[in-house]
């Protein structure tokens, strides 16, 4: 059981009253005693004299020794008259005479040699002592004297015997009222201390509730305390360092959240170990790059948790020397290319920020730079092969083909079908070039499709029917008019088209179609758009290919591309033209044969469909 300190208090307070009155007592009684017992000695003293005195007269009489009746008769005359008990006690111990006793037993009363009282005034002069007397058991004083005698006589002692029963009534009586008097003070420190140990420990029980209420993280009320004393002090002590811990609580905690937002917004990944390799912390943006919950993975070692050869090579050999480091990984499942920065942190101990990683997704940027090296080396080629072509012509002409006038000007043609095609590369790339850089302002004027479409079809027609292609157009003619550049449009129209023609054989059906694009869940009006199309039914592109047709360069099957005059360029900048008005652009397959391009426009006034550029438009 554990006691309150204002019971420890009262407790202790009463205890120590008790005690206080206890001892008081004692003493009071012990020296009221004493002064009884010294004041009922004296009394004996004076009686004892007085009695010695009356006894003179026989003992100094010229006449003759005194008789034991007449000894007999003086010690109860001198009894009556002191009020005491006489005895008269020769120095053998016999008693010579007794107030107490009647004459004729004076001779049997027992010798009293043993008496310490006579014992001692025998040997010094005058004894006294205090004991229950033999016959009544009432307790007495007894003071003997030697009696004054002529030289020559033998030593005789008297004894005054005075009953002690007034005293020891009246000691009771003091002790009783003593007694009443300690109880009576008693119970009035019983209030008292209560009362005190309660104005004691009231701001010592505040104190302690503030401080569990402060323990237990709650914001707390300053404590109300007039006292000037420590328990004053205390309290104020208290109220400051509650203030303190308050202030220093908000600005961690302001801390915490500046430091959770900045990790939270972060694109980069961010894992905090500590000096087991354990994790401490993790961001969102790591969440999603793994596939791992914050939770699941707090206290996890990064070894079981990512099983990542590379990344733990990385971060045993950061534990090891302390010093910062680099690497490039890439997930297995997912594929995605991650450049990892880790940096030492100075936490030694569990728990203690030891390193920090930060992983950088690069994917996109590899791949853009592997498109960029693909760029490169597709130019070269492209531009490689008609001068090959070319030089190869010219030395054949040089070495004496130019003398066969039949071969010659074939020679000369397959160099001019070569040099336009060198042409319409370089032209191409300009272009694309052109528009990628920025240099190509497209304008953005309401336009009506229809006759963007109409303007196409005509410019087209005669190499269509080249083919003997059908062409037809389904184009809604309540459509509302698009944000645009016509000239980029019918551009896009014709490469579309041109593609169409060229991939499609003899005698196929060309549609252009144009109509509202669905709505996108709840997409307002004003958000919709316009979905322009153009399908064949030709030689279709297959689904892993389509994907990738807009890339520069990129054909389907390269030779076919070639011979039919493609220079692998046409969707290319298209999709930059389309997304330059925040279109977009895709190929899915017409059914049941051939391709469907879809440009999705947005109407004029209207979002933009993709505000954003795709990577790929921008190599
Ligand atoms: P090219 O000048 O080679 O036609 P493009 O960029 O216009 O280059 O087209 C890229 C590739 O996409 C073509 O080489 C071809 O393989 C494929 N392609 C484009 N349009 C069509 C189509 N309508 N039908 C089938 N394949 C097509």
């Given at each position: 059981?554990?006691?309150?300190?204002?019971?420890?208090?009262?407790?202790?307070?009463?205890?120590?009253?008790?005690?206080?009155?206890?001892?008081?007592?004692?003493?009071?009684?012990?020296?009221?005693?004493?002064?009884?017992?010294?004041?009922?000695?004296?009394?004996?003293?004076?009686?004892?004299?007085?009695?010695?005195?009356?006894?003179?007269?026989?003992?100094?009489?010229?006449?003759?020794p005194p008789t034991p009746s007449s000894l007999q008769e003086t010690a109860r005359d001198l009894g009556n008259r002191s009020s005491a008990r006489v005895t008269l006690v020769a120095a053998d111990g016999t008693v010579l005479a007794d107030s107490a006793v009647r004459d004729a037993d004076v001779p049997a009363v027992e010798n009293h040699t043993s008496?310490?009282?006579?014992?001692?005034?025998?040997?010094t002069g005058q004894g006294e002592d205090i004991r229950p007397r033999h016959t009544t058991g009432e307790r007495t004083m007894y003071r003997a004297v030697l009696l004054r005698q002529p030289q020559e006589a033998a030593a005789i002692a008297v004894r005054v015997g005075l009953p002690m029963a007034i005293v020891d009534r009246e000691i009771a009586e003091l002790k009783r009222h003593l007694l009443l008097?300690?109880?009576?003070?008693?119970?009035?420190?019983?209030?008292?201390?209560?009362?005190?140990?309660?104005?004691?420990?009231?701001?010592?029980?505040?104190?302690?509730?503030?401080?569990?209420?402060?323990?237990s993280g709650h914001q707390t009320m300053p404590i109300r305390t007039t006292a000037q004393d420590e328990v004053g002090l205390l309290a104020t002590t208290l109220n400051d360092m509650a203030g303190q811990l308050h202030a220093k609580i908000d600005e961690l905690s302001e801390d915490r959240a500046q430091l959770l937002a900045v990790l939270t917004s972060m694109v980069e990944g961010v894992m905090v170990l500590d000096s087991r390799g354990h994790v401490l912390q993790i961001n969102p943006a790591l969440e999603r790059m793994f596939g791992i919950s914050r939770v699941e993975a707090r206290g996890r070692p990064c070894a079981e948790l990512f099983r990542h050869q590379q990344l733990n090579d990385l971060v045993t050999t950061i534990l090891r020397s302390r010093v910062p480091g680099e690497?490039?990984?890439?997930?297995?499942?997912?594929?995605?290319?991650?450049?990892?920065?880790?940096?030492?942190?100075?936490?030694?101990?569990?728990?203690?920020?030891?390193?920090?990683?930060?992983?950088?997704?690069?994917?996109?940027?590899?791949?853009?730079?592997?498109?960029?090296?693909?760029?490169?080396?597709?130019?070269?080629?492209?531009?490689?092969?008609?001068?090959?072509?070319?030089?190869?012509?010219?030395?054949?002409?040089?070495?004496?083909?130019?003398?066969?006038?039949?071969t010659s000007v074939k020679f000369l043609e397959?160099?001019?079908?070569?040099?336009?095609?060198?042409?319409?590369?370089?032209?191409?790339?300009?272009?694309?070039?052109?528009?990628?850089?920025?240099?190509?302002?497209?304008?953005?004027?309401?336009?009506?499709?229809?006759?963007?479409?109409?303007?196409?079809?005509?410019?087209?027609?005669?190499?269509?029917?080249?083919?003997?292609?059908?062409?037809?157009?389904?184009?809604?003619?309540?459509?509302?008019?698009?944000?645009?550049?016509e000239g980029r449009l019918v551009q896009v129209l014709t490469n579309l088209l041109d593609n169409a023609i060229k991939y499609t054989p003899e005698g196929g059906t060309i549609t252009v179609g144009a109509k509202l694009a669905p709505p996108i869940g709840n997409a307002e009006p004003a958000a919709r758009a316009i979905d322009l199309s153009v399908a064949d039914t030709g030689i279709g592109i297959p689904e892993e290919?389509?994907?990738?047709?807009?890339?520069?360069?990129?054909?389907?099957?390269k030779a076919r591309s070639r011979e039919l005059g493609g220079t692998g360029l046409g969707l290319a900048i298209v999709k930059h033209i389309v997304e330059g008005h925040g279109g977009q652009v895709w190929v899915e397959a017409n059914h049941p044969q051939g391709s469907r391009f879809v440009v999705r426009l947005p109407v004029s006034g209207g979002k933009r469909v993709s505000t954003q550029l795709s990577e790929t438009s921008k190599v």
């Open positions: 059981m554990t006691w309150s300190i204002r019971w420890k208090l009262t407790l202790g307070t009463l205890v120590a009253v008790a005690c206080g009155l206890l001892i008081a007592g004692v003493m009071t009684v012990q020296a009221l005693e004493q002064q009884y017992l010294a004041q009922f000695a004296d009394a004996l003293e004076a009686k004892t004299k007085l009695v010695e005195y009356g006894f003179q007269p026989l003992f100094h009489s010229s006449f003759s008496q310490p009282e006579i014992q001692q005034a025998f040997s008097a300690l109880g009576v003070a008693f119970l009035v420190a019983l209030p008292l201390s209560v009362w005190l140990a309660h104005n004691i420990t009231r701001p010592l029980s505040d104190i302690a509730s503030a401080a569990r209420r402060l323990s690497d490039e990984i890439v997930l297995p499942l997912t594929g995605r290319c991650l450049q990892i920065e880790a940096s030492p942190a100075g936490g030694e101990r569990e728990r203690e920020a030891c390193i920090v990683l930060v992983f950088h997704d690069i994917t996109e940027l590899r791949r853009l730079e592997k498109i960029r090296k693909d760029f490169v080396a597709n130019v070269s080629h492209e531009l490689r092969t008609p001068l090959t072509s070319i030089k190869g012509y010219v030395e054949a002409l040089l070495d004496g083909a130019k003398d066969d006038p039949v397959i160099i001019l079908k070569q040099s336009d095609r060198l042409n319409l590369i370089i032209e191409d790339l300009l272009e694309l070039s052109k528009i990628e850089s920025g240099r190509v302002s497209l304008k953005e004027e309401p336009l009506e499709l229809r006759s963007a479409v109409d303007r196409t079809l005509s410019m087209i027609k005669p190499i269509a029917d080249k083919k003997r292609h059908r062409l037809v157009t389904s184009v809604d003619l309540s459509l509302p008019p698009v944000a645009g550049d290919d389509r994907p990738r047709v807009f890339e520069r360069f990129y054909r389907v099957d």
